[in-house]
């Protein structure tokens, strides 16, 4: 159980959510477990095999608080609200702010920022972890080549200057990352830059997995606080397309996916047997190794870390969630500007 901001997240499986009083009770296996004040809260999110009384039900749907029910994995499965719902409310200023291009470029220029400054940590932590020099002078200098990047950003006047500026970061950050792979795994494991739709070696295809998964986190992140995830500000809008969502993912890909795929090449604990080459060149892991890597990931998640603006520790898995309600807040207006997660 995380309560964050003024919201209660229940992970706990077969934990139990019940009305006591005027508070929220979460009990496991018959112990009580925690008890919030109902005020306290604005909703609750539960993920998967959580149990909701009735009376609890009820009672948050005639206060206006949200139910969000998550499946264990994360993915958004139904909110429910009574008849007062701040989210008709969020949504129309959310469509106001993308019709805004100043507001648009502030909030693009703001996840980009996050972004770069958090592959520079993955780069300059890369360089702190091996002993060869070559190495550490090539990321060295491409960590500079993000500063100045980041030097540039501060100056861009449009989101398609903003995009363009992403993209050579990108490409300089890919560029180097495999010399953070260790030398034994190198050659099962090379990465000639970053490749899509098909991922055409293991890095990538690994990459794209765990992408595709942080990219659901997210989603449900969106939904959960109200937002509509299918309108974003960085990535644009097509049918079908969580662009949103993908706006959020962008600063959590460094420190969270690539350093995350990084450690379970470097310890072994994928290797290649866990993938196969189709016809065409396109790679994706086996069933084995995609089983391996969800494993992997879920423990991820439940591992803490401090948030360097609320300064609690907060599990990674909630992460996006907790973005998420300082992005409704920036969209509201409650916040002068979107403030993204940074790494140490």
Partial sequence: MHHLENTLYVMTPNAYAHLENATVRIDVEKVKKLQVPLHHLAGLVTFGNVMVSPALMHKLADEGKSLVLLDFNGRFKARLEGGISGNILLRKAQYKTADDPAAI???????????????????????????????????????????????????????????????????????????????????????????????????????????????????????????????????????????????LQEEFRSVIVDRFALTLINRGQVNAGDFETREGGAVSLTEKGRKTVVVAWQERKQEEVQHPLTGTKTPIGLLPFLQARFLARTIRGEMEGYIPYLSK
Avoid: W
């Avoid at 990219?215 to 049918?239: I, K, W, Y």
């Fill in 105 to 247: 470029l502030e909030i693009a220029r703001a996840i980009i920022a996050g972004k770069i400054k958090n592959s520079r940590t993955v780069l300059l932590r890369g360089a702190r972890e091996t002993d060869h020099a070559n190495d550490i002078a090539k990321l060295d200098a491409v960590a500079l080549s993000l500063a100045q990047t980041l030097s540039n950003l501060k100056h861009a006047t449009d989101v398609d200057t903003v995009r363009g500026l992403e993209g050579e970061a990108a490409k300089n950050y890919f560029g180097v990352l495999p010399l953070i792979i260790k030398p034994q795994h190198r050659e099962a494991f090379a990465l000639n830059g970053r490749t899509r739709r098909p991922p055409l070696d293991r890095t990538n295809a690994l990459l794209s997995f765990l992408y595709a998964m942080l990219m659901n986190d997210c989603r449900s992140a969106l939904e959960a606080v109200g937002l509509d995830p299918q309108l974003g500000f960085l990535h644009t809008v097509r049918p079908g397309r969580a662009a949103l969502a993908l706006d």
